[in-house]
């Protein structure tokens, strides 16, 4: 069983001790925040110990493997100290706030043959899974993916919603796109909380993106279209169209997040297998970095 320490036990941080508790043993956490987060681990997970010394946590050698689930701007200066530590990493998204960030950090990992996972929790949906097999053997013609959310306002749509979406259609492509378009932003409780964006891959598919964080109801869906076949996804089930009707294909029985985590764990002894998570990484931060240009 993989050794671990975690950084960060916010909303995200509790989580991510819950679902890697079960797959591992979590020796560690690095706490800087409240009280009352330092209180609910003691209480929920006693056998982890609390530290604020984030250094005496990378010189542990029983340490296999660090997650980070910290605010956006230190992702880059935690992410880095792990790994030229020697540790594997598993980072919240974004991997990091620059496309330079992000690649500096992609290659240390490949040079110190470590794994980078970076939380891009749709590319590891149980639901998805059927969609992201036959996208490997059947070429997409055509996908769209809707978010619809209220707020919040105060954090940055582009690293928070949109490279969320971004991994998708990499994930679901398996290329890097020919073009990425913005073509269409709208500002009401912030200067952006409407996004439309156009993604042309080779062959000239398309994958638009729709954000908006202006909706009284919460949802995501996804829309692929195969030569013969079109699936819609949303967080309850898989359906594919027959006929004049969707038909339910798969239903969500494991956690997301859970499936996640496992997939880290399995790919801290695959180096050969991990790179693509860095590389997603890096390729979302980009793409966002190419967006953000064409904001006025």
């Not at 800087?32 to 330092?38: P, R, S, T, V």
């Not at 062959?203 to 995501?220: A, D, E, G, W, Y």
Request: neutral net charge; hydrophobic residues 40%.
């Amino acid at each position: 069983m993989k050794t671990l320490a975690i950084v960060g036990i916010g909303y995200w941080g509790k989580n991510l001790i819950r679902v890697f508790s079960e797959i591992a043993e979590i020796k560690a956490c690095v706490h800087n925040g409240n009280d009352k987060n330092k209180q609910w681990l003691k209480k929920k997970f006693p056998s982890i110990s609390i530290t604020t010394d984030y250094e005496s946590v990378l010189n542990d050698p029983k340490i296999d493997a660090i997650i980070i689930a910290t605010s956006n701007r230190t992702h880059y200066r935690l992410t880095k100290g792990a790994l030229l530590a020697g540790k594997h990493v598993f980072v919240e998204k974004p991997l990091a706030t620059t496309a330079d960030q992000a690649k500096e950090l992609k290659s240390i990992s490949e040079k110190n043959q470590l794994s980078l996972f970076v939380g891009y929790i749709f590319c590891h949906h149980p639901t998805l899974q059927p969609v992201y097999n036959r996208a490997e053997d059947q070429p997409i013609k055509w996908a769209r993916f809707s978010w619809n959310k209220l707020g919040k306002f105060g954090r940055d749509i582009f690293l928070d919603l949109v490279g969320h979406s971004v991994a998708i259609a990499l994930r679901l492509f398996s290329a890097y796109p020919d073009r990425v378009e913005l073509v269409d932003t709208y500002g009401i409780g912030s200067n952006i909380d409407i996004v439309s964006i156009r993604m042309v891959f080779p062959s000239n598919r398309v994958f638009h993106i729709t954000i908006n964080r202006l909706s009284p109801k919460s949802q995501k869906s996804l829309q692929v279209l195969f030569e013969d076949e079109l699936f819609f996804w949303t967080e309850e089930g898989l359906y594919e169209f027959y006929d004049t009707e969707f038909e339910l294909v798969s239903e969500t029985h494991e956690e997301p997040l859970l499936a996640e985590a496992k997939q880290f764990i399995s790919e801290i002894d695959q180096y050969s297998v991990q790179r693509s998570s860095a590389e997603l990484g890096y390729n979302v931060n980009q793409i966002i970095q190419r967006l953000r240009e064409n904001v006025i």
